[in-house]
């Protein structure tokens, strides 16, 4: 089991920027793959990004492409997740997730931290 606490969320203007931190703990594999999702207010959680712990391959939702960036240091057992351009629609309680192996979305994953609100105001 690996636990995760994400941090850096808050309150930003429509068109600026965000970043998220999470820091893992525990057992980190190298086959970890680890991802970020979010859940708006009366939605259901919805995938935004993953990176591969080893390879630093990574995959993002269609909605965030080119404004998120994924990234992570391994030394620190830390992924960020950089929100630029954020649109109101982006506001959510965002979450930090981690799985060992598989494609980008199964299994499940099945680790998860806490969440962190963004909120993006117009």
């Known amino acids: 089991q690996v636990q995760l606490v994400e941090s850096g969320g808050g309150l930003v203007q429509a068109g600026n920027s965000l970043r998220l931190s999470c820091v893992a703990s525990?057992?980190?594999?190298?086959?970890?793959?680890m991802g970020w999702f979010r859940q708006a207010p009366g939605k259901e959680r919805e995938f935004v990004t993953a990176?591969?712990?080893?390879?630093?391959?990574?995959y993002y939702a269609d909605s965030v492409k080119g404004r998120f960036t994924i990234s992570r240091d391994n030394a620190k057992n830390t992924v960020y997740l950089q929100m630029n351009s954020l649109k109101p629609e982006g506001t959510a309680v965002y979450y930090c997730?981690?799985?060992?192996?598989?494609?980008?979305?199964?299994?499940?994953?099945?680790?998860w931290g806490q969440g962190t609100q963004v909120t993006v105001s117009s």
């Open positions: 997730a981690a799985k060992v192996g598989g494609t980008w979305l199964m299994p499940p994953y099945n680790n």
């Open positions: 525990g057992r980190i594999f190298d086959s970890y793959i």
């Open positions: 990176i591969r712990w080893d390879a630093g391959n990574t």
